[in-house]
C-alpha cells in the first residue's frame, strides 16, 4: 500500500518539477506569457504543491540509473567480494579502467544531481508556502537528507564536486562553478543532516512509510562521522538511536525479502515497484521502478546479463566460525548460493544452498565449486525461475541501505577507536552475532569487526567504502588481481582511481573542472 500511495502523486509530481524546472529557462524568442503553463510562480504556492515537489525529489533513487540498477557498478561490483564478468562500462571501475567518457558513470552522477536539484527547489520554494507548519518541517527535514544523501555518495566516488545548494535558475554562471573543498563538501553534509535531525518525525502516518524520519538522518549522520574520523561525534549520534525505537528483526533474512519491508531494523530503504512497468529509465509514467539490478547479482545461468560471481574467501570467512550449534552461519544461507549439503536450522526453518526453483547446487552446477550471490533475490517470495522472468522490473523488493545492525556495528567501531576492546563494544556487536546464533566475543580487535562487516553486510553497498575510509583500497583489491580476474584483474590502478573520474560531458561545459588524480 505505501508503495501505490506514493507513486500515485509521483508521475504528476515529476511532470510539474519539469515544468517547473523548464520554466526556470528565459525564453529569449516570445515574452508573452501562456496562462496555462506551470512556472514557479504559479506552482511553489500551496501545501500540495509543497508535497509534489518533495516526492519528485525522491524519484531518482528509483531511477534505473541510479539504484534501481546502475549504482551497483559503482560500489558492490567494485568490492573485494564481487567478481565482475566481462569488460564493458559495468565493471570498468572495479578493475581502475573507467574512463571519463563512461555512460554508466556519468548516468550515476548526473542522476545524484537530479536528486540534489529537486531538494534545491524545495528548500528555496517552500519556506514560502503558507501552510501546515509541521507539514512545512517535515518537507524541508526530507529536502536536507536528500541533498546530504546524494552528496554523501557523490563524495565517496567523485571526491571532488561541485557544492550547489542553490536553485539552477539562480546560478548567475552555472560554468563559473569550482569543484569544491571536499572538507566543505563533508561540512555542508553535517550541518544538512542536523537540520534534517531537527525537522523530521519520528514516524510518519501508514500511508507515508517509506519517508524518511528523524532516525534515518542521526544515522547518516553518524556514518558521516565515523567516515571522516570524527569517532567521538559519531559515537554520540549512534547512542540517540540505540534507545529502543530501533530493532533487529528476529531473522535475519527479513531485511531482504518483499514481506518484510520498511520493518524494524530498517533505517533507510529504496521504495522499489513492481507494477508491471519495463520501460527504461524512471522519471516518467510507464518506465520500470523495479529492482533491475537482481540480473547482475543473479547466479550464472539465472540471468540475461553477463553477471558476477562472489570470490571465495568471503565463504571461507563465512565457514571459519560456526553457530553455538555448530553449524553454518545463517547468514552464508542468505547472502551466498554454494556448494555444501549441509543445512542450518535457525528461526523454525531449515536452511538450504538453493536458488531459483528451490534448486540445490548440485543440481545447477553439477561438479563445480564456485560461489553466487543470492542476497536480495527474493527467491521464495516471488516464486521466480531466473532473474527475468518477467523482465528487468520483477521485483519490487525493496532496497534497504541503513539497518540497526549497521547501526550497531559502526558504533562498535567508533567505540573501539576510541576505548579498545570495551564492553560497550562487545555488547554490540555481540547484539548482532547472537541474532543468528553466532558465540559471543569476550574480546575483539579491529578485524573483528571488519569481518563481522562483511558477513552481516555483503552485497548491500557498503564494502567498497568501508575499504576506501579504511585506506584499504589498494592492499585488498589491487594487491589482489585474482579478486578482478573475471574482468582483466588490477593493473591499470594508479594512485588516485580509488575515485571514478570526473564526467567528461562535465569538463567539457566547465573550463574550471579538472580530472582526479590518476587518470
Known amino acids: 500500500m505505501k508503495k501505490r500511495n506514493i507513486k500515485a502523486s ?11 524546472i523548464y520554466g526556470c529557462r528565459k525564453n529569449e524568442i516570445l515574452d508573452t506569457e501562456n496562462p496555462n503553463a506551470v512556472t514557479p510562480d504559479s506552482f511553489w504556492n500551496t501545501e500540495e504543491d509543497a508535497v509534489k515537489g518533495i516526492v ?3 524519484s531518482p533513487f528509483t531511477h534505473i540509473w541510479y539504484y534501481s540498477r546502475f549504482e551497483i557498478f ?7 567480494v564481487v567478481n565482475a564478468f566481462g569488460t564493458s562500462e559495468r565493471t570498468a571501475a572495479g578493475s581502475f579502467n573507467g574512463v571519463s567518457t563512461s555512460n554508466g558513470a556519468f548516468w550515476v552522477w548526473s542522476t545524484m544531481f537530479q536528486g540534489i536539484t529537486r531538494a534545491n527547489e524545495v528548500l528555496a520554494n517552500v519556506p514560502e508556502i503558507e501552510m501546515n507548519g509541521d507539514t512545512k518541517n517535515n518537507i524541508l527535514g526530507e529536502a536536507y537528507f536528500i541533498r546530504a544523501f546524494n552528496y554523501f555518495n557523490l563524495l565517496n566516488n567523485w571526491k571532488n564536486v561541485p557544492l550547489i545548494t542553490d536553485p539552477i535558475s539562480e546560478l548567475e554562471n552555472p560554468k563559473s562553478l569550482l569543484q ?15 537540520n534534517a535531525e531537527e ?3 519520528d514516524s510518519w502516518p501508514t500511508q507515508y512509510t517509506g519517508r524518511v524520519t528523524a532516525g534515518a538522518a542521526i544515522g547518516l549522520l553518524g556514518k558521516v562521522y565515523l567516515y571522516q574520523g570524527k569517532d567521538s561525534e559519531a559515537k554520540t549520534e549512534f547512542l540517540k538511536i540505540m534507545d529502543g525505537r530501533y530493532e533487529l528483526m ?29 520501460g527504461w529509465g524512471g522519471d516518467a509514467p510507464g518506465t520500470g521502478k523495479g529492482a533491475a539490478f537482481h540480473p547482475d547479482i543473479a547466479p550464472k545461468g539465472f540471468t540475461g546479463q553477463d553477471g558476477m560471481r562472489i570470490n571465495q574467501w568471503v565463504l571461507d570467512l563465512f565457514l571459519d566460525e560456526r553457530t553455538v550449534n555448530d553449524e553454518i552461519d545463517p547468514r552464508a544461507f542468505t547472502t551466498l548460493f554454494f556448494d555444501t549439503d549441509e543445512v542450518t536450522n535457525y528461526e523454525g526453518k531449515e536452511l538450504k544452498s538453493v536458488t531459483y526453483g528451490e534448486k540445490s547446487y548440485q543440481d545447477v552446477y553439477p561438479g563445480e565449486d564456485g560461489v553466487w550471490g543470492n542476497k536480495w533475490l527474493d527467491i ?13 522490473h520483477q521485483s519490487g523488493n525493496n532496497l534497504r541501505l541503513l539497518r540497526y545492525s549497521d547501526i550497531l556495528l559502526m558504533f562498535a567501531e567508533a567505540e573501539f577507536n576510541l576505548s579498545g576492546s570495551s564492553q560497550p563494544a562487545l555488547d554490540a556487536i555481540n547484539e548482532v552475532r547472537a541474532r543468528v546464533d553466532m558465540p559471543a566475543f569476550t574480546s575483539i580487535t579491529m578485524q573483528d569487526i571488519e569481518d563481522e562487516r562483511v558477513k552481516e553486510l555483503s552485497l548491500e553497498r557498503t564494502r567498497y567504502f568501508d575499504l576506501l575510509r579504511w585506506d584499504k583500497v ?3 583489491i589491487v594487491a589482489n588481481p585474482e579478486f578482478k580476474s573475471e574482468s582483466g584483474g588490477t593493473s591499470s590502478y594508479k594512485p588516485g582511481k580509488e575515485y571514478i573520474d570526473i564526467p567528461q560531458n562535465e569538463i567539457d561545459a566547465n573550463p574550471n573542472f579538472k580530472h582526479n588524480p590518476g587518470y
Open 74 to 80: 559503482l560500489s558492490d561490483y567494485r568490492d573485494d
Open 250 to 278: 528476529a531473522d535475519y533474512s527479513a531485511n531482504f525479502t518483499q514481506a518484510f519491508e520498511n520493518n524494524k531494523e530498517s533505517l533507510f530503504e529504496i521504495q522499489l515497484v513492481n507494477d508491471g512497468s519495463q
Open 180 to 194: 569544491e573543498d571536499p572538507a566543505k563538501v563533508w561540512a555542508q553534509i553535517e550541518s544538512d543532516l542536523m
Open 474 to 476: 589498494q592492499s585488498r
Open 56 to 58: 519528485g525529489a525522491y
Open 380 to 392: 521464495a517470495f516471488g516464486e521466480y525461475t531466473g532473474s527475468q522472468d518477467k523482465g528487468w
Open 10 to 20: 509521483l508521475y504528476l509530481s515529476l511532470f510539474v518539477m519539469a515544468v517547473v
Open 199 to 201: 525537522l523530521l518525525p
